[in-house]
């Protein structure tokens, strides 16, 4: 085998291990593909793989539906076309990610009990900077998605109910949370969001506000979005002064629905 065939082979071992294959299984299937209708004995010429190795790697291309046995004396070996073999592996692979994500679920259900027995936490410091409209993003979903009583939101950007909206609806949902949310005009006219609940408007001017409390306990607070800048909070006397400006007519607003406005013209 030349310098740039064995490069080449290693590059596609080097892939194919990605998908969760081991360099023997790598190898070999390889080989077949080279020289379909192989015995075990010629693969170990082929590739180097001692035979007490050998059927153990065969084994694991055949659990993985990469591999036709041929019963015989020896056996023989058919490698499933890559496409078929690829997508194979591309289902057992969304598989185990489907259970990971499944026991992860769980270990927050067991986790957070123990967490929250504890009490009252050491402060956060009162300006923790976080910069970068996707780590803001990324934030404001953690908090959301840890929630488990209260959610207060402010929002000023279209963008940022987007990539939030799918969170507050789970934790409205699934976990019962209840939502406060409050958005300028252009904000609610734009996007609509009437499926999360009571929405209220803000009267008030916030050409830089976006702003969201987690159970009363952590504050979110965006000082510049278009420079993605944010601080993140602790601090008591500012979560309730800001709760407080959700809570005020003056700055927030409930709306009328269309129902109760044809009521009130009558």
């Known amino acids: 085998m030349s310098i740039n065939e064995t490069v ?16 023997h299984e790598a190898l070999i299937y390889l080989a077949l593909l080279a020289h379909p209708r192989t015995t075990a004995s010629a693969l170990c010429k ?31 070996y ?28 769980v270990l927050v259900d067991i986790l957070m009990p123990m967490y929250e027995s504890t009490g009252e936490r050491e402060e956060l410091e009162l300006a923790y900077i976080i910069r970068g409209q996707k780590n803001i993003i990324n934030r404001m979903k953690a908090l959301i998605e840890t929630a488990r009583k209260e959610i207060t939101i402010f929002i000023s950007y279209p963008a940022v109910i987007r990539a939030v909206k799918q969170s507050l609806t789970d934790s409205k949902e699934k976990r019962r949370v209840k939502l ?21 408007l803000l009267c008030c001017s916030v050409d830089s506000l976006g702003l969201i409390i987690s159970d009363m306990k952590t504050l979110l607070t965006v000082s510049d979005w278009m420079d993605g800048a944010a601080l993140l909070t602790q601090d008591q006397n500012l979560i309730r002064v800001t709760k407080d400006y959700f809570d005020s007519p003056a700055c927030c607003t409930k709306i009328r629905s269309e129902k109760t406005k044809n009521l009130s013209q009558v």
Do not use: C, H, W
């Open 8 to 23: 080449a082979r290693d590059r596609l071992v080097s892939r194919l291990r990605e998908l969760e294959l081991s360099t």
């Open 180 to 200: 406060n949310i409050a958005m300028t005009q252009e904000v609610f006219e734009k996007e609509k969001p009437s499926d999360l609940g009571e929405i209220r």
């Open 46 to 76: 082929e590739t180097g793989i001692p035979d007490s190795k050998i059927y153990y790697a065969l084994d694991g291309l055949a659990k993985k539906n990469m591999l036709i046995v041929q019963k015989g004396n020896p056996n023989i």
């Open 78 to 105: 058919v490698p499933v076309s890559p496409k078929e073999a690829v997508a194979n592996l591309k289902q057992q692979l969304t598989e185990r990610l489907n259970e990971r994500m499944k026991e992860a679920d």
